[in-house]
């Protein structure tokens, strides 16, 4: 879980910010003061820290010209709306990004992923698709089954890819046909039911499980067997 410190000295707006990243799924740790927040960012730790500018003790520009001697944490700096020179001096200290307020929290929240996106050794948490014990990564083109590789053709991994973003519902042969194969659907092919059948080999006997299933008719679907 990213652990996040959040330096603000206005009691209100710390509580809300940790509120919502708590709900968002992020440790959080607080202080109050310039000097305090130095003190806990150097001791580490901390996947993100969101530096207040206008603090009691030492300054957020301050505390972050003293913190880059010693850390590339990434920071983001909460300024005040009309504080451009802040803004600037910011990113000049080495600040990853600020966000101006009052902020709306949405925006706060994009902030933070997309800093910590950047910083995490992006492989590891590249973003995932899973059902049961299938798990596809689209950044790496993996596909693994209880954590063992499965290698795939393009073609297969791309269907498979398909069917997992829309887990759960059922898609139309003809859909798959245009959005996998690219191609205006031609009633005569049977290119999907094809490849449907690689995959069942390639998963679902070679694993013993039921991923793919069949609406008679109509389509497929993925969903976790039961
Ligand atoms: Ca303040």
Redesign the pocket.
Same mark, same amino acid.
């Given at each position: 879980m990213p652990k996040i410190l959040v330096v /603000? +000295? /206005?009691e209100k %707006?710390a509580r809300f910010v940790e509120l919502e990243l708590n709900y968002e799924g992020y440790e959080v740790e607080k202080a109050a003061d310039g000097r305090a927040g130095l003190e806990m960012a150097q001791a580490g730790g901390f996947d993100c820290v969101l530096l +207040? %500018?206008? @603090?009691?003790e030492l300054s957020?520009t301050e505390v972050l010209r003293r913190l880059r001697k010693t850390s590339p944490v990434p920071v983001i700096m @909460?300024t005040a709306k009309d504080g451009v020179p802040d803004k600037v001096a910011g990113l000049d200290l080495g600040a990853d990004d600020y966000v101006t307020k009052p902020f709306a929290i949405e925006e706060l929240l994009a902030r933070i992923r997309a800093v910590l996106r950047k910083t995490s050794g992006a492989a590891e948490d590249a973003e995932s698709l899973s059902c049961g014990a299938v798990t596809l990564t689209p950044a790496r083109r993996s596909v693994a089954v209880s954590g063992e590789a499965v290698e795939l053709t393009k073609r297969e991994f791309d269907l498979l890819e398909y069917l997992l973003r829309n887990k759960n519902t059922v898609v139309l042969r003809e859909k798959l046909l245009t959005d996998v194969w690219d191609f205006d659907f031609d009633g005569g092919t049977n290119a999907v039911d094809v490849y449907i059948r690689f995959l069942r080999q390639k998963i679902d006997e070679k694993y013993n499980i039921k991923l793919i299933h069949t609406v008679r008719g109509v389509g497929y679907t993925v969903r976790e067997d039961g």
């Open positions: /603000e +000295d /206005e %707006i +207040d %500018i206008m @603090l009691p957020g @909460l």
